[in-house]
């Protein structure tokens, strides 16, 4: 990626191509960091940025507290002009944003360079946000997917 970073916070890189933005999340997003997680993508946009990826590539788990994180930050995203993409790969990660319906709100890619990839509409949307390849999506009819 062509581009120049640096740290939003202490655990938060963000590598800024134009004026998209990519914010590496950490590996864990609970209670005990997701109130700083919001606070680094509000930061982003408010760099007027066009798009934001939180990169989630390397998150193996996500609490409620995470996912209300995103919810908020898309809705803020979204008041103001910009989008909010996210890039997971954990089924766990994934699951949790199909089952409390977040997938439905934020677009959802399987990786950075998809999420950067797709020239579709920067900004987050009410239909079925999921695109191929995501583990653990919900299936066509909107239920959750079963484990195993």
């Not at 409620?64 to 919810?71: C, E, K």
Request: contains cysteine.
């Amino acid at each position: 990626m062509d581009g120049w970073w640096w740290p939003v916070s202490g655990n938060s890189p963000v590598v800024w191509v134009g004026r998209i933005a990519v914010v590496t999340l950490p590996a864990e997003v609970d209670v005990s960091n997701a109130d700083q997680v919001r606070q680094d993508l509000a930061v982003v946009l408010a760099q007027d940025a066009s798009l934001v990826i939180a990169d989630m590539s390397k998150t193996t788990f996500c609490d409620s507290a995470g996912v209300t994180a995103l919810v908020r930050v898309v809705r803020q995203a979204n008041a103001g002009g910009a989008g909010l993409r996210v890039a997971a790969s954990a089924p766990a990660v994934t699951r949790v944003l199909a089952i409390t319906g977040v997938d439905r709100l934020i677009e959802i890619y399987p990786s950075v360079a998809a999420a950067m990839a797709d020239p579709g509409n920067e900004t987050a949307h009410e239909g079925l946000a999921v695109h191929p390849g995501c583990a653990g999506q919900a299936d066509p009819d909107g239920r959750a997917p079963q484990p195993g």
